[in-house]
């Protein structure tokens, strides 16, 4: 298991590098500089700023002390807000955007597995039908559209909860991002479920579990949920990116002050470190729960050996 | 007991099978045929398409005429616009069907880009093998782990807002599952006698991977691209939702829901008409990849 572990952790760090790579590749390759203002600078400011950011040294060795200040966790200062470096800006937004983001996953997990679960033992009844068009429904509707519509109904239609903001993290505030970010996830996880679940009742060792007259609650709960969750456990780390990506959106659209909408902010203000700060920090987040992803499916499957 | 004329029914049933073969396309037609909800779609889409083409020029309107006297008006069909009017006056029905027609182009076109990539990429891995395709695969799995998404917002960010390299961001990013799918059919496929025959008969590698093994890919490839469609057009409106995708006055249904999203309080219809489009062409494409993975592989049913 220790090896195993080891050479998923090792694998992990081609991916790193390809994201560091290509996020400072681009920010150099994009147009204009990061002081450009509407005046021209004179020279001499200008070139005690290059130097002051290292912007005058050549490419690969800005490239370098790139790469070995993000080995130790300095994503630079931010161009737009002059008071904060990014990883300021980061730690005040990431505690905002966990608990989105957890919430939104966890909940996911159990409810999609849960009706993903039932339509399977109801498979090809009204109840079956019932969630799995429901199911199709959300994978259909695209967050961006769905929270909209949330608001529209539930803030300026009944008025039960408010539209957006996020009032120091109060729990009404939360509920209708949470939702809009889980819907859909909610509506995969199902259908995997229903399906791997289908697969596992008709295999043998459930077949053997009936022949022995075990109750059905046993053969499902000790027997057939393990290894029917291993499909949505390996959909889990897409999923962690998917809900990432979502809460970009999902945190403009509500006004939350979490990293999603300082990456929005960053990016139409053109605050290049603060917005590769996040992408990097995303990237690191995402390839490290896949890691974790992977060696959970591994202590799991039976079948995988290492 | 088996009588002369159960062997005679038997019979009379092997000739009319040998009359009529059914390959695996009838095959799968026909089981198609019995998913309501996939030939529901195909109609549904087809309607869709039909609209999003021929409709705009029905109307009395164009897309990027503005009209200050009507500025959020509702639907109504006295003034002809029957989807009302946008925050400055436009017609939605044109806009809406103009957006459609831009967000179904960038899904053909970038799922044909993901889809060249793709089995190019995948169908050389698998026939080569070995060492290339250990290396290629590897490469596969780490893009795989990349958030790709972001880079592309950035791309967006940083080179403006091109519509041709929408096409080709997003493109660059859907091809990685179609190699992978690719590459696993071609690792079956290279073992079959046709792909010896056309070795044994002096044809060159990339005349096999072409002539040969691709077109055996067509059925699952036509799975998977009513499944990239709808991807690409989701990621094409969350661009365009950012404000990052098609400019203005050009429109997509992405940009139309932001744009509606922005004063749905006081003008509910300019959210819900795209939005509904939007999800319902989701919904069909969604429903028609389901229904022909099905109705090519019936094993999960």
């Given at each position: 298991m220790l090896r195993f572990t080891l050479r998923r952790f090792i694998g992990a760090w081609p991916t790193l590098l390809v994201l560091m790579t290509l996020a400072f590749f681009m920010m150099r390759a994009?147009?204009?500089?990061?002081?450009?203002?509407?005046k021209t600078l004179p020279p001499e400011i200008q070139a005690n700023l290059d130097k002051k950011y290292h912007l005058d040294e050549p490419l690969i060795q800005q490239y370098g002390r790139y790469l070995l200040d993000l080995a130790q966790g300095d994503f630079g200062p931010s161009f737009q807000y002059k008071d904060y470096s990014v990883n300021e800006l980061i730690a005040q937004g990431f505690p905002v955007s966990l608990r989105l983001g957890g919430t939104a996953i966890i909940l996911a997990f159990f409810i999609g597995s849960l009706l993903g679960t039932i339509a399977a033992l109801r498979q090809n009844t009204a109840t079956d039908y019932t969630v799995m068009a429901a199911a199709m429904t959300g994978i259909s509707i695209p967050n961006f559209v769905l929270a909209p519509l949330l608001i529209l109904l539930?803030?300026?239609?009944?008025?039960?909860?408010?539209?957006?903001?996020?009032n120091d993290g109060a729990f009404v505030n939360t509920i209708l991002p949470i939702i809009a970010l889980t819907l859909p996830y909610v509506a995969y996880i199902s259908r995997l479920m229903r399906s791997s679940m289908i697969e596992v009742l008709r295999s043998n060792p459930i077949r053997t579990a009936r022949a022995k007259g075990l109750p059905e609650r046993t053969i499902i709960l000790?027997?057939?949920?393990k290894p029917a969750l291993l499909p949505v456990i390996s959909f889990l780390g897409p999923a962690t990116a998917g809900i990432i990506t979502g809460s970009v959106v999902i945190e403009q659209i509500f006004g939350i002050p979490g990293i999603g909408r300082y990456f929005v902010q960053g990016a139409l203000n053109r605050d290049y470190t603060l917005v590769m700060g996040v992408v990097v920090f995303y990237g690191i987040l995402i390839i490290a729960f896949n890691f974790i992803v992977d060696v959970v499916y591994a202590l799991l499957d039976p079948k995988i050996r290492y | 007991m088996v009588t002369a004329k159960d062997i005679n029914a038997l019979q009379s049933l092997n000739s009319q099978e040998e009359l009529k073969g059914r390959s695996l396309w009838s095959d799968a037609a026909q089981r198609l045929k019995m998913n309501k909800a996939a030939v529901t779609s195909v109609i549904l889409l087809l309607i869709i398409t039909l609209l999003v083409i021929v409709a705009p020029s029905f109307s009395?309107?164009?897309?990027?005429e503005i009209d200050w006297?009507?500025?959020?008006?509702?639907?109504?069909?006295e003034n002809m616009h029957i989807f009302g009017t946008d925050a400055i006056g436009r017609d939605l029905f044109v806009r809406t069907l103009y957006g459609g027609r831009m967000s179904l182009l960038i899904g053909v076109i970038a799922t044909l880009v993901s889809l060249f990539i793709g089995i190019t990429y995948g169908a050389t891995a698998g026939y080569i093998g070995g060492r290339t395709d250990t290396i290629m695969m590897r490469i596969v799995d780490i893009l795989y782990a990349t958030p790709f998404m972001f880079f592309v917002i950035l791309l967006m960010v940083f080179f403006g807002r091109n519509i041709y390299l929408i096409f080709i961001a997003i493109g660059a990013i859907n091809w990685l599952d179609m190699a992978r799918i690719v590459r696993g059919q071609t690792l079956s496929l290279k073992r079959k006698e046709f792909v010896e025959a056309a070795i044994a008969c002096g044809v060159s590698t990339p005349r096999i991977i072409l002539r040969h093994i691709v077109p055996n890919l067509l059925g699952i490839v036509v799975v998977y691209v009513t499944l990239t469609i709808p991807q690409v057009i989701l990621v094409e409106s969350f661009l365009s939702f950012l404000g990052l995708g098609v400019q203005e006055p050009d429109t997509s249904w992405g940009a139309l829901v932001n744009e509606g999203a922005q004063d749905m309080e006081i003008a509910p219809w300019a959210l819900l008409f795209p939005a509904g489009f939007l999800a319902t062409t989701l919904f069909c494409f969604n429903f028609i990849g389901d229904g022909l993975r099905d109705a090519l592989d019936p094993k999960d049913r």
């Open positions: 994009a147009p204009g500089g990061p002081f450009d203002t509407e539930f803030a300026v239609h009944l008025q039960w909860l408010p539209a957006g903001g996020w000790r027997h057939a949920l | 009395p309107y164009s897309f990027d006297d009507l500025i959020s008006t509702p639907p109504s069909i």
